[in-house]
């Protein structure tokens, strides 16, 4: 699993414009690529985080590659 963790600094005032606009571009267009997991928004006073989570590429090929054990 792969996490992406953002910090933005957002004026007050302007905070609930960027988390629409955010929502409705990057998680609309995130949501079509094969393994976006999910995302999540945290607010504090003087900082907005996004984080995204998608599926590893070894999570992708697992079962994909052959073992090596024992050899």
Partial sequence: MIIKLLKFEIAPHLRENFIHKDTQIWTTALAEYPGFLGKEVWIQ????????????????????IPSFEGK
Avoid at 45 to 63: A, F, M, N, V
């Fill in 45 to 64: 006073p003087q900082r907005s985080y996004i984080s995204y989570t998608e599926q590893s590429q070894l999570t992708k090929t697992k079962g994909k």
